[in-house]
């Protein structure tokens, strides 16, 4: 069964730097979202993308945020300099080819900022 | 501002007991998924209903969908050791042409064996 798979599992940064999180949605898929889930707490919307270009994104999703479907797989989120609280787990989703189908969720990316 | 919310927080129950999660949300929507997350871990999805529909059935799942009342309830029968985790409903909408998802906090479901 396709998945949306997600690089790396987790990753380790120094507060300030720049971090990039890598997503492969299903192949066939043309929506595409990021949230974001800190510890113990709910999963947060940050952006949705579409056609290549921004659909959607919350207030959380600022200036330091940025996405990018590079080369028609790949499906990425920078973070241009990370902050303490940016710590966090991070998700991608994908969804098929009409808006009212099931969003595929990838396992995750693990974020520690130091 | 949109947003989905859940019903209880935590639940303890016993294996074979039946659950019911239950979620509000605020404004208009186009769908609502259930999904499930085990501590740590990704997010599984569940079920999708849709807003012109009122009830679907999946197995053990049972989901509701009042867009009335702007609700849905998750029904989980004959409840297993293996259920125990988190339960998010999450409400789709479209805002001047931009499409989001806002998820609930959660329901923390124990089933005990």
């Known amino acids: 069964e396709p998945e949306v798979t997600q690089t790396p599992s987790h990753q380790v940064t120094q507060m300030g730097q720049e971090v990039i999180l890598r997503c492969v949605p299903i192949?066939?898929?043309?929506?595409f979202y990021w949230y974001r889930q800190i510890l113990g707490q709910k999963v947060e919307f940050l952006v949705s993308?579409?056609?290549?270009?921004?659909?959607?994104k919350s207030e959380i999703f600022d200036d330091q945020f940025s996405v990018e479907r590079p080369d028609g797989s790949n499906f990425t989120l920078k973070i241009r300099s990370t902050k303490l609280e940016d710590s966090a787990m991070y998700f991608c989703?994908?969804?098929?080819?009409?808006?009212?189908?099931?969003?595929?969720f990838g396992p995750g990316t693990r974020l520690l900022v130091l | 501002s949109q947003q989905g919310e859940e019903d209880p927080q935590a639940l303890s129950i016993q294996e074979g007991e039946n659950a019911t999660m239950n979620c509000s949300y605020k404004?208009?929507?186009?769908?609502l998924q259930w999904y499930r997350q085990n501590s740590g871990r990704g997010l599984v999805h569940l079920i999708l209903?849709?807003?012109?529909?009122r009830e679907k059935h999946s197995g053990r799942l049972r989901v509701t969908l009042d867009t009335s009342k702007k609700s849905s309830s998750l029904l989980i029968t004959a409840s297993r050791a293996a259920d125990t985790a988190s339960y998010f409903c999450?409400?789709?909408?479209?805002?001047?042409?931009?499409?989001?998802?806002?998820f609930g906090a959660g329901t923390r479901l124990f089933v005990k064996a």
């Open positions: 993308f579409y056609n290549n270009e921004i659909s959607e």
């Open positions: 192949s066939n898929h043309l929506y």
């Open positions: 989703a994908s969804m098929g080819r009409k808006r009212q189908e099931t969003q595929y």
């Open positions: 209903i849709r807003s012109n529909e």
């Open positions: 999450a409400t789709d909408f479209v805002n001047t042409g931009g499409f989001k998802t806002i």
């Open positions: 404004t208009s929507i186009n769908n």
